[in-house]
């Protein structure tokens, strides 16, 4: 038999999906240009045609707020439980939160 696999995106066969007209296409230029500002709140909403930059899937779907940038990628703080975690996030990934 063959062994399971126990990489960084196992099990994500739903959680890293596309809609299907979404399929093979980046965010607009507008999502990935965007500029975020410090103190700003942004949702972390994975885009998984892009490998670069792209957090863990145990933050897809959470909200944090940035802290600074790292060239071209984004400090998103956040809270995991009681822990405070600091990622390190290209703008593809993220969303500004209304």
């Known amino acids: 038999m063959v062994r399971a696999p126990r990489g ?3 099990r994500t066969r739903k959680l890293l999906k ?3 007209r979404e399929k093979g296409s ?3 230029l ?5 500029e975020y500002n410090v ?3 942004v949702h972390i909403k994975i885009n ?3 490998h670069k930059g792209m957090p863990h899937r145990r933050y897809h779907g959470k909200t944090g707020i940035v802290v ?8 998103v703080e956040l809270y995991l439980g009681r822990k405070k ?3 390190i996030v290209r703008p593809e990934h993220l969303r500004p939160a209304q």
């Open 68 to 75: 600074g940038k790292r060239g071209k990628a984004y400090l």
């Open 30 to 34: 507008s999502l990935i240009m965007r």
């Open 8 to 10: 960084f995106r196992h």
């Open 18 to 20: 596309k809609h299907v």
């Open 85 to 87: 975690k600091t990622l």
């Open 26 to 28: 980046v965010p607009p």
């Open 39 to 41: 103190g700003e709140r």
């Open 48 to 50: 998984p045609s892009v």
